[in-house]
C-alpha cells in the first residue's frame, strides 16, 4: 500500500525530495507522473462527486508543487521562504550598484540592437550571466564543502534573478518586433 499523501506537506517533502536548490529532474519528473497517476480525478470517477474533488484539490497541488520545483527562480525563493527569509520583490527592489550599472548598460544596448541579430547576440550574453547567476543561487541556497547557505543574500539573488528575467522576456518582445518589421 502507497503512504498517504500529506496535503500539508512542503514541496520538497511531497515529492520525496530533498530540500535543495540541485533537483535531480528526472526524479522530480517520475514523482510527478506517480503522485499524478495517484491522484488523477479520473481515477475516482466510479468513487462519486466528492472525492473527484478532492483528487481535484491534490491534483492542483501536486501540479502547483511541480511547476514551483521546476522553474529554479521560483524553486530559489521557496526555499528561501520555507526557512524564513522573505523575497519581498514587489517592496525590495535595492539592488547592488553593480548589478544596476549591468542592467542600464543591457537597457541602452537593447535600445540601440537594430537588428534582429544584434539583439540575439544581446540575448546569449543575458543568457550567459543568467547561467552563472543561477549557479550562484545553488552555492547561497546549498552552500558548498567550504561556505554554509547564505540565505538572505540567497533572497537577494532570487530578487535579480527575477530583474533579469524580466529583461529577458523584453529582449524576447524586441527580437519579434523586429522580425516583424518591414
Known amino acids: 500500500m502507497t503512504a498517504p499523501l500529506n496535503l500539508a506537506a512542503d514541496d520538497f517533502t511531497l515529492f520525496g525530495l530533498p530540500r535543495a536548490f540541485v533537483v535531480d529532474a528526472a526524479a522530480l519528473d517520475a514523482r510527478w507522473r506517480d503522485l499524478q497517476a495517484r491522484v488523477h480525478p479520473d481515477k475516482f470517477a466510479a468513487e462519486g462527486g466528492?472525492?473527484?474533488?478532492?483528487?481535484?484539490?491534490?491534483?492542483?497541488?501536486?501540479?502547483?508543487?511541480?511547476?514551483?520545483?521546476?522553474?529554479?527562480?521560483?524553486?530559489?525563493?521557496?526555499?528561501?521562504?520555507?526557512?524564513g527569509v522573505a523575497i519581498d520583490a514587489e517592496r525590495n527592489t535595492a539592488m547592488p550598484t553593480a548589478f544596476l550599472m549591468q542592467q542600464m548598460q543591457w537597457r541602452e544596448a537593447l535600445d540601440e540592437a537594430g537588428t534582429v541579430q544584434a539583439v540575439s547576440e544581446l540575448e546569449a550574453r543575458v543568457r550567459a550571466e543568467f547561467g552563472l547567476m543561477q549557479a550562484r543561487l545553488a552555492v547561497l541556497i546549498d552552500g558548498q564543502a567550504d561556505t554554509a547557505p547564505d540565505l538572505p543574500a540567497a533572497a537577494q539573488q532570487v530578487r535579480a534573478l527575477m530583474f533579469v528575467q524580466r529583461f529577458l522576456q523584453d529582449i524576447a518582445r524586441r527580437a519579434d518586433a523586429l522580425d516583424q518589421a518591414p
Open 50 to 83: 466528492a472525492a473527484q474533488r478532492v483528487a481535484m484539490q491534490w491534483s492542483v497541488r501536486v501540479n502547483e508543487a511541480y511547476r514551483r520545483l521546476r522553474d529554479p527562480i521560483a524553486r530559489g525563493a521557496y526555499l528561501c521562504e520555507l526557512a
